[in-house]
């Protein structure tokens, strides 16, 4: 028995895309790491105390960094898993708004380093967010739906 296996014309620029996430989060670890430093947060400390953000705005743009990266680890698996499904079938538009989407993680990131976690969100973050919802809509239809069907909906 024999497989054949088909890679869809522009796939390097989902591959492309998946990459740069890589980098976004990398470059959100030693933000992190820096702002730690800092701040003077002794691993293995998950965020600075209160009274220690009372007491130091270094304290506070240390858990704005780690909240920031934490939160872009926690759409990772979402990310990876419906732009790989969708690029499958649909390469060009998925790597494109791939690349948005990581935009928008950088520009929820400098947001949140502003000091003020209402500066998180922006017009480029919800561009990011749409991009990722039409991500994972491509990604059910490249299925052709059986996910859906099979839940009666």
Known sequence: MSVTVT??????YVAGAVLFTVVVIQGLSQTVKRYRKNAGIPYPQMYAEKAEVEKSRDALLFNCAQRAHLNMLEQIPLF???????GLKYPIPTAA?????????????????????????SRVYYCGTLCIVGIAVSAFVATGGWILSGLNV
């Open 7 to 12: 890679i869809p014309e522009g796939l390097q």
């Open 80 to 86: 990876y898993a419906t732009t790989v499904i969708s």
């Open 97 to 121: 708004a791939a690349v948005v989407w990581n935009i928008s993680r950088i520009a929820f990131a400098r947001g949140y380093l502003t000091g003020d976690p209402k500066n998180r969100t």
